[in-house]
């Protein structure tokens, strides 16, 4: 090699030379062999594009083993270029942004919360009223769901945007829809904005069909993209699945709400959260279990199935029989119809057949009178 190799722990030479014995005279572990050729020990040889790097093997301790491979660690890092494909391979999950947090704080919250409801229908068996607690800290939490990201004004000058804008948008894909929300905008009782889009959240939990609404309003990406900022939990489709899924599970409890004696025009009550933590051997405060385990312990299995199955039959039997009532008034309102109808026929058949016999009267005088002539 005509290029020399410095006698530091690292050295490099091109390619297209030798190793000469100067270079290994200044070199640890050197061996000469014949022809001038030298066989180096204790060196390892890289190649970094037209170079041969020659780097001195070290003896490392035990203690200091460790910090050589955290060095030779970050020295690997920093070789390379981080891009998000590599930390998303490197790190999964990835740092919980305080949004993320927030999102996952409300979706537990309202499992408890359900849950809660839920435990407390199927153990005294009977409707849950406006009064009923857990009740009041469901809506409390689904709105706050609701309003998660929700942003009021696009701009300086656009108009406000309220809560209750959106859910007007819900009768145009459910027509399920369309009465609760008339009702609604009838109230005398309620004079804002937010006090409607509440007492909407309340018919529909007694309607049984809030989380039919709440998946048509999640599949309208426009309306969503134009009410609610990029990182609102609605927008992600992950959590909203998961809500849609949570407030489905109320279809199993019956509500019965006076929607006219609330005061929806007021701010929120505060959550009680002493009612979804127990106590753990510790002394540390513990969640309690999710929504699969809301059947009380006291509860006998088979006959809470059947109470259950008992349940859905009640409601499809309702289902059908409100479906036959309602083509019975289709039918009605077109007997109705038909019937003016005809009445509006007999009348001009009477007219016309009074015209006749005038008429006919008329002609049979003229002939008697030309019979006397």
Excluded at 250 to 270: P, T
Excluded at 312 to 330: G, K, P
Aim: some cysteine; aromatic content about 4%.
């Amino acid at each position: 090699m005509h290029e020399r190799a410095e006698s530091s722990t690292s050295s490099c030479s091109s390619s297209s030379g030798r190793a000469t014995a100067n270079s290994a005279s200044n070199s640890k572990g050197g061996t000469e062999a014949g022809g001038g050729v030298i066989y180096l020990e204790n060196f390892q040889v890289s190649v970094d594009g037209d170079w041969l790097c020659l780097k001195e093997k070290m003896v490392l301790t035990d203690e200091d083993n460790g910090e050589a491979e955290t060095a030779s660690t970050s020295t690997r890092r920093s070789s390379f270029p981080t891009t998000p494909e590599f930390e998303q391979i490197v790190h999964p999950k990835g740092k919980r942004t305080p949004v993320d947090i927030e999102k996952s704080n409300l979706i537990n919250i309202l499992q408890l919360v359900i849950k809660e409801v839920i435990d407390s229908s199927l153990k005294f068996g009977r409707q849950l009223d406006s009064d009923h607690v857990p009740l009041q800290h469901f809506f409390i939490v689904i709105e706050h769901i609701l309003r998660h990201g929700f942003q009021p004004k696009k701009s300086l000058i656009g108009a406000k945007k309220e809560l209750w804008d959106l859910l007007q948008q819900v009768e145009r894909r459910r027509s399920e829809a369309v009465d609760i929300t008339a009702s609604v905008r009838d109230l005398p009782t309620v004079k804002t904005a937010t006090g409607r889009a509440r007492a909407w959240l309340r018919l529909a939990v007694m309607q049984k069909r809030l989380g039919d609404y709440l998946s048509a309003l999640i599949a309208n990406t426009d309306a969503l993209k134009d009410f609610y900022e990029t990182s609102a939990l609605l927008r992600s489709e992950e959590d909203s699945a998961h809500v849609v899924g949570l407030v489905t599970s109320l279809n199993v409890v019956d509500c019965n709400i006076c929607v006219k004696e609330e005061d929806l025009d007021s701010g929120q009550g505060v959550i009680d959260f002493s009612m979804y933590l127990k106590m753990g051997r510790g002394g540390s405060q513990t969640p309690t279990s999710d929504v699969g385990s809301s059947i009380p312990a006291s509860a006998s299995a088979p006959n809470i199935a059947a109470v259950l199955d008992q349940k859905s039959y009640v409601e499809e039997l309702n289902r059908t029989l409100t479906a036959t009532v309602t083509n019975l008034e289709s039918k009605v309102e077109g007997l109705a119809t038909t019937n003016a109808l005809m009445k509006e026929d007999l009348s001009i058949s009477r007219r016309e057949m009074l015209r006749k016999q005038e008429e006919n009267n008329r002609l049979q005088l003229e002939l008697q009178r030309a019979r006397k002539r």
